[in-house]
């Protein structure tokens, strides 16, 4: 089979669901169709206009909403997980992760106590992000990596 440039630029922008306007349609509904399609969305927490991965969103779904994300959290049509990089990926790709989590937890140590800690936190307050828990360490954090006690936990059990 040969495909001519045009040809493959035309494939390529449809697979993506940049061909044509609305491609999967409008709403909620839409936006579930567009992660099954693309199969992965990566979460990027870098926000100059709005998040990066909602600029994905918004150039495939019309009347696309961020609250779309957490309802189908909810619904579990998608989940939130490291891929290569922190991502929204299909719930029926669900399976394909667990070889991962079960790997990621069982060579990294975690701190009972405070894991227990955190989750009593998480439980009386709520959703919280790593900002939300100090620093016990007293370590001197210098590079990217060098994470907190609570970061760290927080990592386990995600």
């Known amino acids: 089979m040969e495909l001519t440039q045009s040809d493959a630029r035309k494939l390529f922008l449809k697979q993506q669901g940049l061909l044509r306007d609305n491609e999967f349609g409008r709403g909620k509904n839409a936006t579930n169709k567009a992660i099954q399609r693309l199969s992965y969305?990566?979460?990027?927490?870098?926000?100059?206009?709005?998040?990066?991965?909602?600029?994905?969103?918004?150039?495939?779904?019309?009347?696309?909403?961020?609250?779309?994300?957490?309802?189908?959290?909810?619904?579990?049509?998608i989940f939130e997980y490291w891929s290569?990089?922190?991502?929204?990926?299909?719930?029926?790709?669900y399976r394909y992760s667990l070889p991962v989590m079960k790997g990621f937890r069982s060579t990294r140590q975690c701190d009972?106590?405070?894991k227990?800690?955190?989750?009593?936190?998480?439980?009386?307050?709520?959703?919280?992000?790593s900002r939300d828990f100090e620093d016990t360490?007293?370590?001197?954090?210098?590079?990217?990596?060098?994470?907190?006690?609570?970061?760290?936990?927080?990592?386990?059990?995600?």
Do not use: C, M
């Not at 969305?41 to 696309?64: F, G, K, P």
């Not at 290569?84 to 790709?93: Q, S, T």
């Not at 227990?116 to 992000?129: D, N, T, Y």
């Open 41 to 77: 969305v990566q979460i990027d927490t870098i926000s100059v206009i709005n998040r990066a991965h909602e600029h994905v969103l918004y150039n495939r779904v019309a009347n696309y909403n961020p609250t779309h994300l957490e309802s189908l959290v909810q619904e579990r049509e």
């Open 84 to 93: 290569h990089a922190a991502a929204f990926l299909p719930f029926k790709d």
């Open 112 to 114: 009972e106590n405070l």
């Open 116 to 129: 227990a800690k955190v989750l009593a936190r998480i439980h009386s307050e709520g959703p919280l992000q």
């Open 137 to 158: 360490s007293g370590r001197k954090r210098g590079g990217w990596w060098e994470w907190k006690p609570a970061k760290r936990v927080l990592e386990h059990l995600f």
